[in-house]
């Protein structure tokens, strides 16, 4: 008794695909274009923000004196950028 084989193989398929040759490649074809035409056509848009933060350097404490604290522009400013800074803000 002969068994009939109703699977399909890999063959089967690129056989198909190999007859419809000239659909396929017209269809990547159009993909294709299309694609170009609307990524050429989208505004060019190149953003990018950065954030750096200065620590203050802390210096080794004397117990046994008192605190001194100097002014720092650069610590200041920094601080002052992260307070006005969108994630803060919102």
Do not use: C
């Not at 659909?23 to 060019?44: C, F, H, N, R, Y």
């Amino acid at each position: 008794m002969a068994e009939s084989h109703d699977t399909l193989h890999f063959l089967d398929y690129w056989r198909v695909v190999n007859s419809r040759k000239e659909v396929v490649m017209a269809v990547a074809l159009v993909v294709i274009l299309t694609g170009i035409l609307i990524s050429s056509m989208m505004p060019k848009v190149y953003m990018a923000s950065a954030i750096v933060q200065v620590k203050e350097d802390t210096p080794v404490l004397d117990v046994f004196r008192q605190a001194v604290h100097r002014y720092d522009p650069l610590y200041l400013r920094t601080q002052f950028e992260l307070i006005q800074s969108r994630p803060v803000i919102e």
